[in-house]
């Protein structure tokens, strides 16, 4: 069974329309995070979140936004889609936010697969 | 800044070739060093790492040595098999705090 579930797995919208990704995950871990992969960027890292609180924010836009309702939720708000912002979002954690250390484990989940026209 | 390169964007073998994939970074110190593979629809998931010049990582018949000295990590199977069809990335982190920095992936392609 999936540890980390991520809802949806796909979904379309239209540009400029807000969606809301969802994340959950059951491996009791502290710390949270988002990727984005698309072609142009392999693998880009947007958040991390611990005990909730957010660590790190290498996303340059506003119009994305976290939210942690829980210690094992976080959510990814989207507003004003653009078609560039079509990509595959990974919801990921770990046991703490020190994602080098080692016993220190990344875990992704299965991707939710956007794509904005 | 601290980098990660693989060069090869897609490597095509048959099966029971020989796998390399190459990394090089650039970082101070003594990053630690990562290898995950994504397969099809799911996420990345980790292979091995290792933190010390000169140490081994592997599992699953992969293995990958850190060399400081030429600052690579490069990953080698010695038999691939259809089922290692995936894409593999490497990763360092500079510090046990610090996020990871992703290298650009490459893709393996297992021939009929």
């Known amino acids: 069974d999936p540890k980390i579930i991520q809802k949806p797995k796909y979904l379309v919208a239209v540009t400029g329309s807000e969606k809301i990704l969802i994340c959950e995950q059951y491996?009791?871990?502290?710390?949270m995070y988002w990727y984005r992969q698309s072609a142009k960027k392999p693998l880009e890292f947007m958040f991390s979140y611990s005990y909730q609180k957010l660590m790190d924010n290498q996303t340059a836009s506003s119009r994305f936004q976290p939210q942690s309702s829980k210690k094992n939720h976080l959510d990814l708000q989207i507003t004003a889609l653009k078609p560039d912002d079509s990509a595959t979002y990974f919801c990921a954690s770990s046991q703490d936010s020190g994602q080098g250390s080692s016993g220190n484990t990344l875990y992704f989940g299965e991707g939710s697969r956007l794509i904005v026209v | 800044g601290d980098s990660v390169t693989q060069t090869e964007g897609q490597v095509a073998l048959s099966e029971e070739d020989f796998l390399t994939i190459h990394c090089n970074y650039s970082?101070?110190?003594?990053?630690?060093l990562f290898w995950y593979v994504q397969y099809p629809g799911e996420g990345p998931q980790l292979l091995f790492r290792?933190?010390?010049d000169k140490e081994k990582g592997s599992s699953r018949g992969f293995e990958a040595t850190y060399d400081k000295g030429t600052t690579s990590f490069h990953l080698r199977k010695a038999s691939v098999q259809e089922s290692d069809s995936a894409v593999y990335y490497c990763?360092?982190?500079?510090?046990?705090?610090?996020?990871?920095?992703w290298g650009s992936g490459t893709k393996l392609i297992i021939k009929p």
């Open positions: 990763a360092l982190s500079p510090d046990s705090n610090y996020q990871l920095i």
């Open positions: 970082a101070s110190g003594y990053p630690t």
């Open positions: 491996l009791g871990h502290n710390a």
């Open positions: 290792a933190s010390r």
